[in-house]
């Protein structure tokens, strides 16, 4: 009987570790070995980071609003990104400070694509789902809300646009992994600025469409560089900037913080205002991989991009910008460091994502309402909430 159960069990377990699924576009998860991975060291070079202290009518209601999700960054994502930068992040500047819990409808640790959608559509689905909920009815999500509000709408990420997190704002598929038939909802969602990578969705698929025709047919500017994207000012602009993700910081450059750039120029131009969803994507994969220099760097990268929406924001006074996350990833936790000349220690406890809460920052009108601990539903129906307000 005991050996019975004994082999049960091992088969038991052996099937549970092997459940996780790991598609071709996720090739990121490799844990690295080497000790190099486990220190940042900015040597004392740290960008400069202004003073936005701006005050909002408390009763006032956001004409514009800016979602922006980092990737598996947790509240030590965040710190690893400050002690780099010798102690100082535009995130700095958001007074608004609260919780999320993250996990998913079938899952206590969540994974982007759930993740994604209850910040998307506010209700909690299966890992492993977009933009449906566990019955697997469609979801209208926040952007194509705004969308029917007559607001311009964007989403931009350094992953593959097609990637969980910003085709949860744009595409209703069974899973994450259909990035062919999430290309196509993309191309039909009406957005009118989307900027990342995954040319080769759209362009080398199974049906043999190219979807950049109906997307040049819809009046979208098909874009491959970051400087085509900086030199564009008005129009529907489809930014394809990789056959699939962007690369490393390094050899991509700042293409976030100058599509952000782009993205709110064109879309602010919009009398009824707009929405705009912008993802530090690979803040997750420096987790994956319990890389701390990949983490800082994609982490300073976002917030450069937060600084963008930041300039805009103060001057604007209509704008509430929420900054959070759908889930931690490696179990981050800051060993050491030296605030004066940037040097993060890190240690991981894990290659996967973990359950615990993620910050939720806010700046601008309406931001005193994302305080406290929350669902990461809360947040979508609260940006909802203020959508739908006459
Ligand atoms: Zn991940």
């Known amino acids: ?35 190099i991975t486990k220190v940042y060291r900015a040597n004392g070079n740290f960008y400069a980071v202004p003073d936005y202290s701006v005050s909002f009518p ?25 002690t780099a930068n010798g102690g100082r992040l535009f995130l700095d500047n958001f007074k608004n400070v609260g919780f999320a ?12 694509a759930a993740g994604g959608t209850a910040l998307s559509t506010g209700v909690k689905t299966k890992n492993d789902v977009i ?9 209208q999500n926040v952007r194509e809300l705004a969308q029917q509000r007559g607001k311009a709408t964007g989403v931009l990420s350094t992953s593959a646009i097609t990637h969980a997190t910003p085709a949860s704002f744009l595409a209703h598929r069974k899973s994450r992994s259909y990035y062919e038939d999430i290309a196509l909802d993309i191309t039909n969602s009406g957005v009118d600025v989307f900027i990342g990578g ?22 979208y500017q098909v874009l491959r560089t970051i400087e085509e994207v900086a030199a564009v000012k008005d129009g529907k602009v489809a930014g394809l900037l990789a056959p699939e993700h962007t690369d490393r910081l390094e050899k991509r450059g700042n293409i976030l913080p100058v599509a952000t750039k782009t993205a709110i120029d064109i879309l602010s131009k919009d009398k009824d205002g707009f929405f705009l969803m912008v993802e530090g994507s690979q803040i997750d994969w420096g987790g994956h ?59 991981f406890p894990t290659g996967g994502h973990t359950a615990i809460p993620v910050p939720v920052f806010s700046f601008g009108p ?12 809360d947040i979508a129906n609260i940006v909802k909430e203020f959508l739908n307000r006459k």
Not at 18 to 24: E, F, N, R
Not at 199 to 210: E, P, V
């Open 1 to 35: 009987m005991n050996r019975i159960l004994t082999r049960a069990s091992v088969f038991g377990c052996l099937l549970s570790i092997s459940i996780a699924p790991v598609y071709a576009q996720e090739n990121y998860k490799e844990i690295s070995k080497e000790d």
């Open 131 to 139: 933009g449906l909920d566990i019955n697997y009815d469609t979801l």
């Open 58 to 82: 408390p009763k006032k209601r956001p004409k514009n609003i800016i979602v922006m999700i980092g990737d598996g960054m947790g509240l030590a994502q965040v710190y690893a990104g400050m």
């Open 198 to 219: 995954g040319y080769k969705h759209f362009t080398k698929r199974a049906d043999d469409k190219d979807l950049t025709v109906d997307l040049k047919k819809k009046g």
């Open 289 to 347: 991989q319990n890389n701390v220099p990949y983490i800082v760097e994609e982490m300073t990268d976002f917030d450069r991009a937060i600084g963008v929406a930041l300039e805009f924001a103060a001057k604007n006074k209509e704008t509430l910008i929420i900054v959070t996350a759908d889930h931690e990833t490696g179990g981050l936790a800051i060993a050491n460091g030296n605030l004066k000349n940037g040097t993060v220690n890190g240690l």
């Open 366 to 377: 309406g931001a005193n309402r994302l305080t406290g601990f929350m669902e990461n539903t």
């Open 101 to 112: 819990r993250t996990h998913s409808g079938d899952n206590y640790v969540t994974d982007s």
